[in-house]
């Protein structure tokens, strides 16, 4: 089996940061994209930033110039830094990652998510 496992979550002051992070385990012949999405309370859920290997990186609109997403392949981890932070980032975080427990094939995993809140 395969596990996802988000931290780094908590509350937030609005101007503040954070940085979360992700880490698969189990049975993985290798990663592919990794990334992040969240969910707020009424909205479905959104992309926040995905990336490859590393050298490609998207992110969404709300958050480009905020966001930067990280691998460490040696980790299995993917990291997600957001700064500036306001009312609109509060949402459950939640990590996604494309696994294949043999090469050739691979699924979509997703962790079991990690609250921010962004308040004074």
């Known amino acids: 089996q395969v596990q996802l496992v988000e931290s780094g979550g908590g509350l937030v002051q609005p101007g503040g940061s954070l940085r979360l992070s992700c880490v698969a385990s189990g049975r993985i012949a290798h990663i592919y994209d990794m990334g992040w999405y969240r969910q707020s309370p009424g909205k479905p859920r959104e992309l926040v930033a995905t990336?490859?290997?590393?050298?490609?990186?998207d992110y969404a609109d709300s958050v480009k110039d905020r966001a930067t997403i990280s691998r460490d392949h040696a980790k299995n981890t993917v990291s997600l830094e957001l700064n500036n932070l306001n009312r609109e980032d509060s949402a459950v975080y939640y990590c996604?990652?494309?696994?294949?427990?043999?090469?050739?094939?691979?699924?979509?995993?997703w962790g079991q998510g990690t609250q921010v809140i962004v308040s004074s």
């Open positions: 996604l990652a494309s696994i294949g427990q043999s090469y050739g094939s691979s699924q979509a995993y």
């Open positions: 990336t490859d290997h590393g050298k490609r990186a």
